[in-house]
T-cell receptor, first 109, second 117 residues
């Protein structure tokens, strides 16, 4: 079993749609959690950190459930520019980051 | 602007040659840098942790004699792929952690695409 698991997708949604991505992790000692965005042939870039209380940044909402070892990302009112691969990232500690395989999103006009 | 740079961005080489990739942290010092490899449509896989002034820590299955890491200064780590073969063709990405009090953020370099013919 992979340490960080994501549904690879692809998710193909129309502009304006709401889409949710899920991620599970197996190491219960993991310390912090993130969603990164990776565009084709580019490096990953931090989208947002994920906190137990849930956090929102504009159209993006992230949730963490430590008991279930589950992380989610919700994107509302999808834009064409949201098309990318979204990586669930878990920090084991000492910045030892473990990546999910990513969920690919395509937003269509 | 970019806080971590990598050079070169793209390399095409013949099988059997060695390739050196540089990773630099800009405007901050990084005692630890990380090297990842990403094959097409797969996730980033941590190869090794580069420690300034000491030996790198390699992940299981990564050959330390093939992937030489040198972290000679607080702003520079190098990865040398020795005797590269076509199966080493991949996207190599480094990262460095910028510390800021209780908060730290990991920044990734733009990556180096290696193609071994």
């Amino acid at each position: 079993r992979k340490e960080v698991e994501q549904d690879p997708g692809p998710f193909n949604v129309p502009e304006g749609a709401t889409v949710a991505f899920n991620c599970t992790y197996s190491n219960s000692a993991s310390q912090s959690f993130f969603w990164y965005r990776q565009d084709c042939r580019k490096e990953p870039k931090l989208l947002m950190s994920v906190y137990s209380s849930g956090n929102e940044d504009g159209r993006f909402t992230a949730q963490l459930n430590r008991a279930s070892q589950y992380i989610s990302l919700l994107i509302r009112d999808s834009k064409l520019s949201d098309s990318a691969t979204y990586l669930c990232v878990v920090n084991r500690g000492n910045n030892d980051m473990r990546f999910g395989a990513g969920t690919r999103l395509t937003v269509k006009p | 602007g970019a806080v971590v740079s990598q050079h070169p961005s793209r390399v095409i080489c013949k099988s059997g040659t060695s390739v050196k990739i540089e990773c630099r942290s800009l405007d901050f010092q990084a005692t630890t840098m990380f090297w990842y490899r990403q094959f097409p449509k797969q996730s980033l896989m941590l190869m090794a942790t580069s420690n300034e002034g000491s030996k790198a820590t390699y992940e299981q299955g990564v050959e330390k004699d093939k992937f030489l890491i040198n972290h000679a200064s607080l702003t520079l780590s190098t990865l040398t792929v020795t005797s590269a073969h076509p199966e080493d063709s991949s996207f190599y990405i480094c990262s460095a952690t910028r510390l800021a009090g209780n908060y730290n953020e990991q920044f990734f370099g733009p990556g180096t695409r290696l193609t071994v013919l």
